[in-house]
């Protein structure tokens, strides 16, 4: 079962939100296996302090490099070797392609920041790829360790439903976006569902959709570039 251990300040925010949905479920019926250990608990200090002021001066704080070495061993030591990866808003913007390879991973260790991020010589020393979720900046790296998280947990076997939702998703082939979905009702306040889709007729409605996935993604995400069977 692949494991994925997260690091973090604030475990309590993220296992609120292991419980549910399709994270909860793929926990539950031991599809994944996910450890949050908190890295204050290997503070040296009787402050449990974990962090200090940037050498060269400036704002904010800055992780240093102990607790959080002290913590990967202690993690590594009993559960072996992890694929490391740091919640850097500087790092590599991630995308579908890295779900995939993260979703094939046997174990997985996704490092959440807070303050100004941690001291460099830690992500020298331990070999980290940074991964970013966006060209934004939050307060800290559980958001965006859950990000990575779910997006890989979705791709394993066994966790979605329906495995072909994962195949049709947005980025599934890196070039094009999800077409539209509409249910009931059939009329809502004056719009209609697209006549095409209540036809049955099963090749009609792959054309249609391959064409609005390929307006819309033309339209939204030019940057994709080369819409499939456009
Ligand atoms: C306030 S941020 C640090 C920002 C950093 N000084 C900078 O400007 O790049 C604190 C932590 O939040 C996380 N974080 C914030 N925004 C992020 C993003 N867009 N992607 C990934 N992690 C992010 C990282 O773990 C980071 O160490």
């Known amino acids: 079962m692949p494991l994925f251990t997260i690091l973090s300040l604030f475990p309590e925010a993220i296992e609120s939100y292991l419980t549910v949905g399709v994270l909860g479920l793929a926990v539950k019926r031991e599809l994944i296996q996910v450890q ?6 290997f503070s040296r200090d009787r402050h449990r302090t974990v962090d200090h002021r940037p050498f060269g001066g400036g ?9 959080v070495v002290e913590a990967v061993e202690w993690v590594e030591e009993r559960h072996g070797p992890h694929r490391r990866v740091v919640l850097d808003p500087a790092g590599t913007p991630f995308v579908q392609s890295h779900a995939k390879a993260m979703a094939t991973a046997e174990r997985t260790l996704l490092l959440a920041g807070r303050y100004e991020g941690f001291d460099e ?3 020298q020393l331990l070999d980290f790829e940074p991964f970013s979720i966006g060209d934004f900046v939050l307060a800290g790296g559980e958001l965006p360790a859950l990000c990575l998280l779910e997006a890989a947990a979705r791709l394993i ?3 979605l439903g329906d495995e072909r939702s994962a195949e049709l998703d947005s980025f599934s082939d890196a070039k094009t976006l999800d077409h539209p979905h509409f249910t009931r009702p059939r009329v809502f306040r004056g719009l209609t569902v697209p006549s095409v889709l209540l036809t049955g007729d099963h090749s009609a409605i792959d054309a249609w959709r391959q ?3 390929n307006k819309r993604t033309k339209e939204r995400r030019p940057d994709l570039d080369d819409p499939k069977g456009a």
């Open 36 to 41: 949050v250990v908190d890295f204050r608990d």
């Open 59 to 67: 704002p904010g704080m800055v992780l240093r490099p102990e607790p």
């Open 121 to 123: 010589r830690l992500l």
């Open 157 to 159: 076997p066994g966790v």
């Open 211 to 213: 064409k609005e996935a």
